[in-house]
């Protein structure tokens, strides 16, 4: 009876977790429904005005459409089978009771990976429920139930969680956001004065016009704001689950993976420019490690040690990247 309720009540989150999702596509759909057809097509009458308007709003459209699915439906990075427990080591560690003892099990296993940071108590961070040693920057996601590489937060609004293997395309998908709020309220705000003031007769495309000015401007100031926060963490390669600080082997430190803006703008980006602004994965490495900045000891980076740690595939089928470490960013530590 309980594992029924369980299961019926995990169906309904699901289910109502897509609410938000619902929202923003009804709200685009109206958008383009306004803008199109009551703009365009009914009120404005000159023609090289109208196709100059649906050429630049149908590019910026296309490219939010396909920013948000992208973020949507990119299935969370995991971690890779290297930083599961063995059956040995799985068994050893839940017959063992003493919790330094548990402790040092983890030390001994840690010891094989590429793991720099720690727990707040200094411990190996361990996810019980995934039953795996986390990656420098891997958190747990509930809503998710999985441990999700280089996890930044998890957003209502995709429904999804924003981590290595889809942050690019969500700060794509707030930039094209905001450009489709620019280009539509500067657009429509020629009419839009023209309706206030009454030179245009009364209709149904003033009140989809006036609207669309209202939710394009409201729209535009909000995501500035969360645009403009995400842009920061990336100019400091830092994480919004990592915001106040990471706690290294040596002690915390909240700016221990800002290895300069360049390089941190490569690390999500990639190093074909002419790629930043699609919607492809380009970042660089595979999510399981990252470079240190400059000043911490090169002997006390697991980087160094990275021929330790292979494996055979890129990447999985389930969408979590086991990958050999990127030699780009094994040489870049040890410049």
Not at 74 to 88: E, G, H, I, M, N
Not at 119 to 137: E, H, N, Y
Not at 151 to 170: E, I, L
Not at 243 to 267: I, M, Y
Request: charged share 20%; hydrophobic share 45%.
């Amino acid at each position: 009876m309980n594992m029924a309720l369980s299961r019926g009540l995990r169906c309904c989150q699901r289910v109502f977790s897509w609410i938000p999702v619902l929202i923003i596509t009804a709200v685009v759909l109206w958008s383009y429904y306004a803008y199109v057809f009551e703009l365009c097509l009914f009120t404005i009458r000159n023609t090289f005005e109208k196709v100059a308007y649906l050429l630049v709003f149908h590019i910026c459209f296309v490219m939010f459409s396909w920013t948000y699915w992208k973020s949507i439906f990119t299935p969370p990075a995991s971690p890779c089978k290297k930083f599961q427990l063995s059956y040995s080591d799985k068994e050893r560690y839940e017959m063992e009771e003493r919790p330094d003892a548990q402790k040092q099990i983890l030390v001994e296993i840690a010891k094989k990976l590429p793991i720099s940071t720690r727990a707040q108590s200094g411990a190996i961070r361990f996810c019980d429920r995934c039953q795996v040693l986390k990656p420098d920057r891997c958190h747990h996601c509930s809503v998710c139930e999985t441990c999700v590489l280089k996890m930044d937060h998890h957003c209502p609004w995709v429904n999804n969680c924003v981590g290595f293997s889809n942050y690019k395309f969500f700060l794509l998908f707030l930039s094209y956001s905001i450009l489709y709020c620019v280009v539509i309220a500067a657009t429509v705000f020629r009419y839009f004065l023209k309706f206030w003031v009454g030179e245009l007769s009364n209709g149904p495309a003033k009140f989809h016009v006036l609207f669309l000015m209202f939710v394009a401007v409201m729209f535009f100031v909000s995501l500035m704001f969360l645009f403009g926060y995400h842009c920061w963490l990336v100019a400091k390669n830092r994480s919004t689950l990592g915001f106040l600080s990471t706690v290294f082997v040596n002690g915390p430190d909240k700016n221990g993976f800002n290895v300069g803006f360049r390089r941190n703008l490569r690390q999500v980006f990639g190093e074909d420019r002419r790629l930043w602004f699609i919607p492809v994965f380009t970042g660089q490495g595979n999510g399981h490690f990252f470079p240190l900045k400059s000043n911490r000891s090169e002997s006390q980076n697991p980087l160094l040690a990275a021929e330790m740690w292979e494996e055979s595939d890129d990447y999985s089928e389930e969408g979590s990247f086991v990958g050999e470490p990127d030699p780009s960013v094994i040489i870049e530590m040890e410049e």
